[in-house]
Structures are given as C-alpha cells and as structure tokens.
C-alpha cells in the first residue's frame, strides 16, 4: 500500500483529513457538521474534507469540499476505504479523522487537540471520540468500556466508536483496511484487534466531543442479524482457537439475557449461523500477549 506523509512533516506539523459518509438524507445535518469542521481553529486550513455519497447523489457542497459519489452503498467499512483512497490520492494526510453525518463537532479546539495527541504520543494510533447528545447526554453504549464506566474519564481502551474517532494514516499502511464484508457492525473492532496486535494503542479521549442525536440501532431487525455475523467473523478472523467457543458462547448468553424481541432473536440467530457457515477471510489469529495486554486494560476478548 502507498505510504503516508511522515507524521509531523512540514511547518504545520500533523495533518488531518477528515471523512464524511452521506446516504444524502440528512442534507441540513451534514450541512451543519461542514460548518462545525470549518469553525475549528485555524479554519479549513490544512484539513482535507472528503465527502462520499454512498450510491446517492449529493446535495451542493462548500467549494473546499472534495465531494464523491460512489456508483453504489458500499457499507459503512467499505466507504471509509474509499474515503481513505481518496485522501491518498490527494496527499499529505496524516490523520484520518471520521465522523457522522448527522454528527457535530461543539468545540471549536478538537482537530488542534487530536493534532496534539498524536504529535506526543508516537504509539497513539486511535483516538476514541466522545458522542454526546444536544444535552451532553453520553449513552452507556457509546463508551467503549466494560461496566457502568463514566463517560467523562479517558484511556486507554480496546476499540472504539464508528461515529467519530481519529487514525494514524501509518496504522492503515500497516494492519489495511476496514473489513469490507462486514458491510456494518463491528468493523471498528476487528481494525482495532489488529491495531492492538501491531503495537498500537487506543485511547479514549472525553474531550473530544462529537455531539450526535440519541438513536437505538436495536430498532432494525438488520441491526441483530450484521451484530451477530459479524460477531463470528471477528471471532473466526482473529481469536486464538481454543477462544473462538468461549467467546462466542459468552456473547450468545449474553444475547438471550438481554431478552431482546422475538423477531430480534430470530434474525439474531439467523445470522450467528450465517456467520458459522460462511468465512471472511484471513484468519490471523492474534498473539497471546495482545489477549493479556487486552485482559489487562478490563476487556479480554472472550466476552
């Protein structure tokens, strides 16, 4: 794969480019996260904005927007890989910074804080985002930890949220791609097992806000059969074997305790089976010092 810019090159130090999927539907939302990326400090200075249509066409866009339709829906990993295509061919991209379309950036200071991370932390290859409602209000799903955990306390953590995180362009070189099949759910956790098990570390970070309304992806049978296909893969792809039935298990116990609906349970088992009868290949199993290193941080990947 091409390589990026060196981190920290040039007078402008680390350089972000940022990427927006759209499924044109959410025309004013995706106006007001524009105008939040081109409020942050410093403006739109040094920041590439890639906006891809997936399979839509797109609504009139800022002239400092490089704006793309895509001939079709490539899934939500699969449109983060043409996102970062596209920054490649544009260059000079060391960060990749995604965010929702119907999301908002609040703070006018969040690309001058990623910008800051990354530059003092050489191992820091994800930065977590925050999502926050328009009360402040962070849904216990949205904070990628075990247990009630607080919102507001940042670290280090073991994957990381879809609606707004920060990558080192380097870390993409190294470990590839969003996992293309998986189309949506869990995209974010199989890239951030194998960034773990290259090395890198991700963090949390509470200060970085991406205000976004409340939803319940439970609300879409689709939700509870990707969830569970996706779940198999992650495990088949990346577990050690004598993990992949433990895991598994666990998350299927989980599933009934939660007593979702019925029609969510079929589709929930529907694609669990999906999962179990098809591959998505490569298997690399990770190392066992990443499944300590994980267990360590309050998550081993057997639950």
């Known amino acids: 794969m091409k390589g990026s810019s060196e981190l920290g090159s040039g007078a402008m130090g680390v350089t972000l480019g940022v990427v ?5 539907n959410r025309p004013a939302e995706l106006t007001a996260l524009l105008e939040s990326v081109r409020a942050q400090d410093g403006g ?13 066409k797109l609504p009139e866009l800022p002239e400092w927007v490089d704006a793309v339709e895509l001939p079709e829906n490539l899934g939500i990993p699969g449109g983060r890989n043409a996102g970062v295509e596209r920054l490649r061919k ?15 950036l609040p703070r006018t200071d969040t690309f001058r804080l990623i910008r800051e991370a990354f530059e003092h932390e050489p191992k820091l290859g994800i930065a977590s985002f925050r999502i926050a409602d328009e009360t402040g209000f962070t849904q216990r799903r949205h904070v990628p930890r075990l247990g009630a955990s607080d919102p507001m306390l940042s670290g280090e ?14 870390v993409i070189d190294q470990v590839g791609d969003f996992p293309a099949p998986f189309f949506y759910a869990h995209e974010e956790t199989d890239f951030a097992w194998r960034a773990l098990d290259a090395g890198w570390r991700i963090d949390y970070r509470a200060d970085l806000v991406l205000q976004h309304p409340r939803t319940d992806p439970a609300r879409h049978a689709t939700y ?53 009868r098809t591959a ?13 290193r994980m267990a360590k941080l309050g998550r081993p990947p057997v639950f």
């Open 20 to 24: 927006v999927l759209t499924m044109g």
């Open 157 to 170: 953590v073991t994957t990381f949220l879809g609606g707004g995180h920060a990558i080192r362009m380097s």
């Open 224 to 276: 509870y059969r990707m969830t569970a296909r996706n779940r198999v893969w992650l495990a088949k792809r990346h577990l050690p074997a004598v993990l992949v039935p433990i895991y598994l298990t666990s998350w299927a116990a989980y599933t009934v305790v939660r007593r979702p609906p019925m029609s969510g349970l079929k589709a929930w088992w529907s694609g669990f089976l999906e999962g179990v």
């Open 90 to 104: 544009l260059g000079g991209t060391d960060v990749l910074v995604v965010l929702d379309d119907d999301g908002l």
């Open 44 to 56: 739109d200075s040094g920041v590439r904005t890639v906006v891809l249509g997936q399979g839509v």
């Open 280 to 292: 998505c290949p490569p298997r690399r199993p990770m190392r066992w010092s990443t499944v300590w």
